[in-house]
Structures are given as C-alpha cells and as structure tokens.
C-alpha cells in the first residue's frame, strides 16, 4: 500500500511537466497591454490562426524546473500548417534508432548512402557539405538545425520509417501529431508510404543495411480548417481555383511541439518511460546545434548575406537580416514557414540576467487566399508579430521576480 501511495504522489509530481491546463487569461492582458504592437493581430486573431503557448521556468534550491503555462487561443482541432517544426522530433527519433538498434561501430557520424527503392525516390551517395564529403545522421542532423534543410529531414524521415515516427508520437503521449511525408518533393500519400533502402559503413565496411519499407497504416485527422483559401498553384505551376487542401499533410500541434522542446530539454521533469531514449552526448550535440548560429559553424558552413544570424530565430529577431544580436541570449528553438504560416518552438535563455522561458507560436497570413504562389505577408505580418511577441515575454521576464536564481550552465556552450 505504501509503495503505490508514494508511485501516486510521484506521479502527480510528474503531471504538471507534460499535462498542466494552462491560464488563459495573462497572455491576452499582456498583448493587449501593447495595442501599439499588436493591435493588427488582436483585433482579428482568428483570421491570423494565432495560437501561443508560454511556459514560465522557476527553479527551487536545488535548480529543479517548475513550470507554469499561459496560452493564448490554443486549440489543438484547429489545423495549421507545421512545416520545418515536424524535424526536430524527426531527428531525436533517428538518434533513438541509433541507440536502440546498437550495433558495433553505428553512430551518428558513421557513412550513410541512401538508395532509391520507389518511383520518385532520390539517391544519396555524397554530401559535400560535410567535413568528409559523406552523408551522415549527424550532418543531417546539423543541417536540420542550423538553416533547416529540407533534404536532410527527408533523409531521417526514410531512415526511421513512417511507421516508426508515428508510433513513437503516440508512446510519448504526441497524440495530437503525425508526420507523415517529406518536405519540398511533392510527396503525395502513396509515395509518402514508401521509404529508401539504406547501407551504413565504417571504413568502406557495410555494418548495417535498412531494406525499402512501406507503411500500411493511414493515421487519419479530421480536424477544422484543413480546407483553406480558394485557390492554389499545382505542381506545374498553374492556377487551379479550388480550395487547398491539408488533408494528407503533417500535423503537429503547438501543445505537441512544447512537450517535445521541454521532453528534450528537461528529461529528468519527466517520468523515466517517458523520457527520450537518448544518450548525454546526444543531448548535448543538439542542444548546441540547435542554438548555434549558422555563420559559427564550420562544416556545414555557412556564410553570410544568404546566412545570417537570425536566420532561424523568428522570436526576439523576427529572422531580421539586420537585427542585433544580444550576446548574451542564446535561442533554442526549431521554426517553420510555409503556406503563410511562420512557427516557431523556442527556449530563449539569458546568461547574464538568468532568464529564461519557453515560447511556442503561430501565426499565418495568405491575404489573396491562393496557396503555393508564394505570396504571403510573412514580412509585415507574421514576422514582425513574432519578434514583438518574444520581446514582450522577454522584458516581461527581465522584471520578473524569482525566489531562486537559476543555474544555467547545463544549456552554456563554446562555439
């Protein structure tokens, strides 16, 4: 009896890390606090498909996270677009395979030739973005993180498996998400199904060979919204006047992409089962790659006018070309823009004044309703909204009063 008492009370302890009901009330007063930023935004927010959610860190005296939510419109039947967000569990997914498939001499950085195994599947057999010109999980992983590559996410979607992904969505408890195509290839469903074969190699030696797998199941969401606009451009270009349809695309709500951030961030605020299946150093390679700006990086690397820092940071910088950079904030985030949507999934932490917090948000605009013609108001919109949302949170913590000082050398890296 005693022992099942103490399992519920540790459990309860647990709950607020991954189940908490968050308030609905501050985040609305704040914005609203700030007509002059945004009242364009709160005078019609669900025509912009707003949704945030805040996440307040206090640490107790031993540097143990508490935390407290705040959203604002969150609704996880409400469909938005996911884009990039979908690679960051996608990438902690392929470190998990990694650790669990455990095999002598494969790692990270072992040499990954991916095959074509189905119509419309593409090769790779090089990578000459990489310090040895091979392609490699870690490479991909860097890519993901640093200016969100496309291709490389399409290679750790074959490399875990559609079925894989979507299974471990729902033994973390991600049951408002599923990932199921690659990005930028025009992956319908069929095709979506199919993922390559793949041979790794240590030293010219092959020491693992994935056979093309094919995954039987649908995952279907019937959710509001997935039916938008009143027109698009199909894969010719040409303008077909019919509403645009999400159906067949990646979910991921912003409840989901915070508990994935806070999952990889704060393991140990979480149950032991439901902690990811990873290894310290890979935790660590993550966490810097994922706050690490795209100039700072060697191989891959990547240079400026086209990189810049705030390239991949929307909250606080609003992915500014010009925007000046605190040098004493790092961000840890993933984004996503596309189809008029910019999200961002973010950890902003302040070294010099101990700040830190979780922000997760998303906002679209597509003014002439037509999809895929690559005009949307991500620069006077979505953008500047974003950035103004991570610096009214940001000074809001600033003046913040915490009863202990966090210790945040966990999240500090040379780089």
Known sequence: MLKNILFLFLLMVNIPAFAQHPDTVFLERLLKSHPELFSGILNHPAHN????????????????????????????????????????????????????????GLNMRSVMKTDSSFKGETKMLEDTSAANGLPSIENYIKKILLVSDNYAYNRLYEFVGRKEINDKLKKYGLNNT??????????????????????FYQDNKLIYHQPAQYDTNSYPMHLDNMIQGKGYLDKNDKLVMQPFDFTDKNVYAIADMQSVLKR????????????????????????????????????PSYNQPGYYPAFCKFLLYGADSTAAINPDIRIFNKVGDSYGYDIDNAYIVDFKHNVEFILTAVVQSNEDGIYNDNKYEYDTVCLPFMKNLGRVIYEYELNRTKKFTPDLSKFKFKY
Do not use: W
């Open 178 to 199: 599923r990932i199921i195509g690659r990005l930028s290839v025009y992956d319908g469903c069929e095709a979506a199904r199919h993922t390559n074969a793949i041979d």
């Open 264 to 299: 990889l961030l704060f393991p140990g605020s979480f149950p032991r089962r439901q902690q990811f299946n990873l290894k310290p150093n890979d935790y660590q390679f993550i966490y810097r790659y994922m706050s690490m700006f795209p100039g700072e990086s060697k191989k």
């Open 49 to 104: 498909e707003v949704q945030i959610l805040y996440t307040r860190i206090d640490r107790d005296k031993n540097n143990v996270p508490h935390f407290t939510s705040y959203s604002y419109r969150l609704n996880a039947r409400h469909y938005f677009y996911p884009a990039s967000t979908v690679k960051l569990p996608t990438a902690i997914f392929a470190l998990e395979k990694l650790n669990e498939l455990n095999l002598p």
